[in-house]
């Protein structure tokens, strides 16, 4: 490990923490270069990346034909607005609303800023087409859910940390708890226009709900004219094995949310996907971004879509899950007290008597990998789909060593 105190990371680090506001809390490393799953900090130490950006480089650092789409964009054309159309947009929502089966695609940048245009479309499809009357839709959600950090999106979490003081919340929200089936039918009424659900909870720590929710919750909304809007921006995009994570109940959302990997780990680009009958409910001076739908974002849009429409990135994701999956259970009892794993995604409670989840991360830093706790003791798995057997076999590798307190 490099000195903190003389190290360029370890001064670049104090330089970055002294003019920065302090709403992330970063492990001490400060990285250079990275390419595939692996990361250089600024003094040439190099760390796997288990991480992968919160899910944002499913296709890992640099991805060949990514950084290829994005130079040659570059050259041509990055900006128009959405005031003109430029030729990068329609192949992007073409492809895109296919990968979904669906009929129309709305770019935007952040995941936040999708599941904000989620919810106006909801509330609008609500009043116009199911007849809600003014002001009176409501929306589902779940306990334990992440989906931002804008006002409204945070008003509708329970995590107090990301609420505390940023009020008043706007209102329209019911909370029930994550996974109980009976709890959402029971909440639904007339007024409901949508139940906007995480398929998987990343930031929960990867917590899957029981067998048959996603499919209970597609067949309560269908019954009751409901939208069915899934938060796909972490779980999707290859990342549990297979395109989306309603995939693994056969189960198609009437709204897909998405974000993060669709933009290759190379630009900001997420989306909602839906069909006409929903997403046409928005009319010229409604919604919009000016960086929605940017060329540079589309092209490396498109690039992504073509190489999900593959399903090499899925199979990669479901092949190495087992042994991530065999690893893991190996450690519990070992130090770890329960894992959760879907596809190369895993969710790992560390034992409180070895340390918290931010310590193992540190000591995980020390061996050279770069993990990321949630919620205290639990810690997020999501290596790039890229990375080797080798590799990741390595990485768990020093997971076990730390939880054993080597
Ligand atoms: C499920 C889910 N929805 C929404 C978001 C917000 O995305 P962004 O940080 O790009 O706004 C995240 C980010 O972690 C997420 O995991």
């Known amino acids: 490990m490099t000195d903190p105190a003389t190290s360029t990371s370890g001064v670049e680090f104090g330089r970055a923490e002294a003019r920065t506001a302090h ?14 799953a692996w990361m250089t900090d600024v003094d040439g130490s190099r760390f796997l990346d288990l991480l992968a950006g919160y899910s944002a480089l499913n296709f890992g650092h640099s991805h060949p034909r990514l950084i290829e789409t994005a130079h040659a964009q570059l050259d041509k054309l990055t900006l128009t607005s959405r005031a003109f159309v430029h030729d990068q947009f329609a ?5 895109l609303g296919d990968l979904c089966g669906k009929d129309l695609v709305l770019p935007m940048n952040t995941g936040a800023e999708a599941v904000e245009t989620a919810i106006k479309v909801a509330r609008k499809w609500g009043y116009q087409v199911k007849g809600v009357p003014a002001d009176q839709a409501k929306i589902i959600v779940a306990s334990g859910n992440f989906h931002g950090r804008t006002t409204t999106i945070v008003g509708f979490s329970d995590d107090e940390e990301a609420r505390a003081d940023f009020g008043p919340f706007a209102p329209g929200f019911t909370s029930v708890p994550y996974g109980d089936l009976e709890a959402l039918e029971a909440a639904i009424d007339p007024t409901t226009v949508a139940v906007l659900i995480e398929p998987i909870q990343g930031e929960g720590g990867v917590v899957i709900p029981p067998k048959g929710y996603l499919r209970g919750i597609r067949e309560a909304c269908t019954r009751s004219n409901v939208l069915f809007a899934a938060d796909e921006i972490q779980a999707g995009l290859g990342r549990t094995g297979t395109t989306f994570a309603c995939d693994h109940e056969g189960v198609v959302p009437d709204i897909y949310v998405l974000g993060k990997a669709l933009g290759g780990g190379v630009v900001p680009v997420s989306a909602i996907v839906a069909d006409r009958d929903v997403l ?7 919604h919009g971004s000016t960086f ?5 974002a589309c092209a490396v849009g498109s690039t992504v879509v073509d190489m999900l429409a593959t399903g090499d990135f899925q199979r990669r ?14 450690m519990v009892g070992h130090g770890v007290l329960a894992v959760r794993v879907r596809g190369l995604w895993a969710g790992v409670d560390i034992d409180p008597s070895v340390g918290s989840g931010r310590e193992v991360c540190e000591k995980l830093m020390a061996r050279g990998v770069l993990a990321k706790d949630t919620h205290g003791s639990t810690i997020r798995l999501a290596p790039p ?13 020093q997971l076990a060593a730390v939880v054993a307190g080597d």
């Open 292 to 296: 929605g739908g940017n060329a540079l």
């Open 385 to 397: 789909l890229v990375i080797s057997e080798e590799d990741l076999a390595w990485g768990l590798d």
């Open 91 to 95: 192949d992007f929502t073409a492809k």
């Open 23 to 36: 709403n992330y809390h970063p492990l001490p490393v400060v990285v250079a270069h990275a390419e595939g």
């Open 280 to 286: 046409g409910v928005l009319k010229p001076g409604q």
């Open 317 to 330: 994701a479901a092949e190495l899950s087992t042994m991530l999956r065999e690893r893991l259970e190996a």
